[in-house]
T-cell receptor, first 112, second 114 residues
Framework: DQQVKQNSPSLSVQEGRISILNCDYTNSMFDYFLWYKKYPAEGPTFLISISSIKDKNEDGRFTVFLNKSAKHLSLHIVPSQPGDSAVYFCAATDSGTYKYIFGTGTRLKVLA | KAGVTQTPRYLIKTRGQQVTLSCSPISGHRSVSWYQQTPGQGLQFLFEYFSETQRNKGNFPGRFSGRQFSNSRSEMNVSTLELGDSALYLC?????????????FGNGTRLTVT
């Protein structure tokens, strides 16, 4: 049972435009969400997070939006740069277990 | 500060053998988690250790086991290897348990079972 889903395996965006990566979850106990970025031959690196008490968190070019009623979050990258080309994973956890559940990832390709 | 170190980087084993993977967390980090990454499955949670105790376990068979030492270093063992165990195994450490301590990942051990 995939509790965290990333339904788009890949996404291509032109440099300078907005990239929107989506993530859905099914477990209503999740109260903290994160995005990680992974380059080939490297481990994932932490990008940005959001608590369930917020609906938006911003860090430079990266913004995460959370819609609790829809159990949906999205990562916006503006403007997209070729160096953003990577696989992006969303993850969720609840304050009871501290177990992070990851999605299957979305491969972003930013075209120069 | 050194990052999370996983050894070895690559392993080739034969079906039925066993394997041990090693993870050295960032200095001062007390929590270590293990994940399996396969194409199309994302990162599947294996287990988490904190203060030498397994705190969480994912849905993997008993062939997968782990332990954590007093210096927070961790090992993961897979016995009676199957072809489907071929994957990238990632170790992550965090300062503590909880949201204020994001996971820091190593570069993984690529295991190939033939």
């Amino acid at each position: 049972d995939q509790q965290v889903k990333q339904n788009s395996p890949s996404l291509s965006v032109q440099e300078g435009r907005i990239s929107i990566l989506n993530c859905d979850y099914t477990n209503s106990m999740f109260d903290y969400f994160l995005w990680y970025k992974k380059y080939p031959a490297e481990g994932p690196t932490f990008l940005i997070s959001i608590s369930s008490i917020k609906d938006k968190n911003e860090d430079g070019r990266f913004t995460v939006f959370l819609n609790k009623s829809a159990k949906h979050l999205s990562l916006h990258i503006v403007p997209s740069q070729p160096g953003d080309s990577a696989v992006y994973f969303c993850a969720a956890t609840d304050s009871g277990t501290y177990k992070y559940i990851f999605g299957t990832g979305t491969r972003l390709k930013v075209l120069a | 500060k050194a990052g999370v170190t996983q050894t070895p980087r690559y392993l080739i084993k034969t079906r039925g053998q066993q394997v041990t993977l090693s993870c050295s967390p960032i200095s001062g980090h007390r929590s270590v988690s293990w994940y399996q990454q396969t194409p199309g499955q994302g990162l599947q949670f294996l287990f988490e250790y904190f203060s030498e105790t397994q705190r969480n376990k994912g849905n993997f068979p008993g062939r997968f086991s782990g332990r954590q030492f007093s210096n927070s270093r961790s090992e993961m063992n897979v016995s009676t290897l199957e072809l489907g165990d071929s994957a990238l195994y990632l170790c992550a450490s965090s300062l503590d348990r909880g949201r204020s301590s994001p996971l820091h990942f190593g570069n993984g051990t690529r295991l190939t079972v033939t």
